[in-house]
């Protein structure tokens, strides 16, 4: 092997090992995209009011809410846990529930008829509980909220996770998604 074809293949490891990093997980604006988009399907929480629909059993279907520790009650399977699970786990659950003494091969499907609210706090023109809707992302919880105040930070934004401890800042971009239950607040800035 010559010197040469050495360097090359050196030179093709390394391009190719540099293909295998992936960044890690922050704050930062591609970060969030990236965790939004990774995340998948959403999972249930409490506070959250599902409709529930059993084939053939009207009976059966029916809107519920998420009570506050994460069960549902349902008539002839009991309370069930639904917190924390996504949709068809608990469609699945569900269906076990039922099959045997109550159903021969039940079919059940769950939507999620409303989520739970998310809050707009700092400066804003209305601060307040606000329905959650999907596609929801900082620049239209602020627009949802009436708009920043003039003292309001152009720049950078802070949220607090649903179920989170702190809040986390982020830049004021629409790229950063808004999910059920987060807390938003828009800082006064600094001049």
Same mark, same amino acid.
Request: proline share 8%.
């Given at each position: 092997?010559?010197?040469?074809?050495? +360097?090359?293949?050196?030179?093709?490891?390394?391009?190719?090992?540099?293909?295998?990093? /992936?960044?890690?997980?922050?704050?930062?604006?591609?970060?969030?995209? &990236?965790?939004?988009?990774?995340?998948?399907?959403? &999972?249930?929480?409490?506070? #959250?009011?599902?409709?529930?629909?059993? =084939?053939?059993?009207?009976?059966?279907?029916?809107?519920?809410?998420? #009570?506050?520790?994460? +069960?549902?009650?349902?008539?002839?399977?009991? *309370? @069930?846990? %639904?917190?924390?699970?996504?949709?068809?786990?608990?469609?699945?659950?569900?269906?076990?529930?039922?099959?045997?003494? !109550?159903?021969?091969?039940?079919?059940?499907?769950?939507?999620?008829?409303? =989520?739970?609210? +998310?809050?707009?706090?700092?400066?804003?023109?209305?601060?307040?509980?606000?329905?959650?809707?999907?596609?929801?992302?900082?620049?239209? %919880?602020? %627009? /949802?909220?009436?708009?920043?105040?003039?003292? %309001?930070?152009?720049? &950078?934004?802070? @949220?607090?996770?649903?179920?989170? &401890?702190?809040?986390?800042?982020?830049?004021?971009?629409? *790229? @950063?998604?808004?999910?059920?239950? #987060?807390? /938003?607040? /828009?800082?006064?800035? !600094?001049?």
């Amino acid at each position: 092997m010559t010197r040469q074809s050495f +360097f090359l293949l050196l030179a093709m490891a390394l391009i190719l090992t540099g293909c295998d990093i /992936v960044p890690l997980p922050g704050p930062s604006v591609g970060n969030e995209a &990236r965790l939004a988009n990774l995340a998948g399907t959403p &999972r249930l929480q409490p506070g #959250d009011k599902i409709k529930i629909t059993v =084939f053939g059993e009207d009976k059966l279907s029916g809107e519920y809410d998420i #009570d506050p520790g994460g +069960f549902v009650s349902l008539p002839l399977a009991g *309370t @069930i846990q %639904a917190g924390g699970l996504t949709k068809s786990e608990l469609e699945l659950s569900l269906a076990k529930k039922f099959r045997g003494e !109550y159903l021969r091969d039940p079919k059940v499907t769950v939507d999620i008829a409303t =989520f739970r609210p +998310f809050y707009v706090l700092g400066e804003v023109e209305k601060p307040g509980e606000y329905p959650y809707k999907s596609g929801l992302n900082v620049v239209s %919880a602020i %627009a /949802v909220a009436g708009g920043s105040t003039y003292r %309001a930070s152009q720049s &950078r934004i802070l @949220i607090q996770r649903a179920g989170g &401890r702190d809040f986390q800042e982020y830049p004021l971009t629409p *790229t @950063i998604p808004i999910h059920p239950g #987060d807390l /938003v607040r /828009v800082p006064e800035r !600094y001049f």
